[in-house]
C-alpha cells in the first residue's frame, strides 16, 4: 500500500471542507470532545466529502462508528488499540494505523498487522503533551528497517522544512496539525505542503 506523502489531520469535518478541495490526498478526522451523534454527523459529512474530492479519509479512534458509517480506514492509538476489536475491524475491510513513540509500542503495533505505523513526535509538537521526547529523524530510519514494507508516516513539529530531512531518513509519508490549522493563512500553507510533497508522490 502506498500512502500520499501529505497527510494531514484535522478535527472537524469543516477544515476538510475548506482544505480538501485544495488537492488535500490524504485526510485524517480526529476528534475528541463530541457526542456520538455529533461524531457520526462530522464522519458521514467528512466521508461525502472526501468522496468528492477523491481524498482518502482515515478516522481516528472511533472505529465503530468508522465501521457503521462504511469507512474503510481507522487510525488508533495504542490505548485505544487495547480496546478495539481487530477482528471485527479486520471483518469490515477496515485498514488500519497505528501511532508508536517506542519500542514496546512498535512491536505490540507490529504483531497487531497494520496497515502502516506512525512514529513521533520526531519533533518539539504543540499539539498535545507528550510523555516521549522528540524521536528525531535518525529514528526515522530505524524504524523504517523495522517496519518495512508496511508504510511508515511521521509526525510531530513538522513544517515544509523539515520535510527533506523526513523523507531523506525513510518515511512515506508527514503527517501535520497544527503547522496548518494555526497558520495564519491556512490554504496557502495547504498548497504549500502539497507542492513541496509533490516530489514524493
Known sequence: MKLDPFYLIVDSAAWIERLVPLGVRLVQLRIKTVDEAGLRAEIRQAKALCAEHQCQLIVNDHWRLAIEEGCDFIHLGQEDLQTANLLAIRAAGVRLGLST????????????EPNYVALGPIYPTILKKMTWAPQGVERIDEWKRRVAPVPLVAIGGLNPDRLDGVFAAGADSAAVVTDITLNVDPEARTREWIEKTDQWR
Open 101 to 112: 513513540h517506542d519500542h514496546v509500542e512498535l512491536e505490540t503495533a507490529m504483531f497487531a
